[in-house]
């Protein structure tokens, strides 16, 4: 009967240790990909701020509370889909003229860090 009561619970032990090293390792690749991620919204953002027109920079309300999306392919308007990129990024910039022309969007490649175009405004 010990021996039963041994083997449980050294076969419990193991299995909770195998979860743990899984747990843990899960949340390492998750916090890459967070930091990643964090990483080239920054730059997305670093780019499209660059490439800014002196006009669109004075009509911009704070720049740091820009909204940055990674967008997926089927997203991306047909205007700018020429090239076909696949690692893109929107940045869109509230200014004072939102009511009358709309934000400003910016789409960047981030495998080329570059430009690759511009939301339509109104």
Request: charge should be neutral; proline fraction near 3%.
């Amino acid at each position: 009967m010990k021996r039963s009561i041994i083997i449980i619970s050294l076969v419990l032990l193991i299995l909770l240790v195998g979860c743990s090293k899984q747990s843990n390792l899960n949340h390492s690749t998750q916090e890459y990909l967070t930091e990643n991620s964090s990483r080239e919204r920054s730059l997305a953002q670093k780019i499209a701020w660059e490439n800014l027109s002196e006009e669109e920079v004075k009509s911009i309300l704070p720049w740091t509370h820009a909204t940055i999306g990674k967008v997926e392919n089927s997203k991306i308007p047909h205007h700018i889909r020429s090239n076909n990129p696949s690692n893109v990024y929107k940045v869109t910039y509230a200014t004072v003229k939102d009511e009358l022309l709309g934000p400003i969007g910016i789409y960047v490649d981030m495998d080329a860090s570059e430009i690759v175009g511009y939301d339509l405004r109104h």
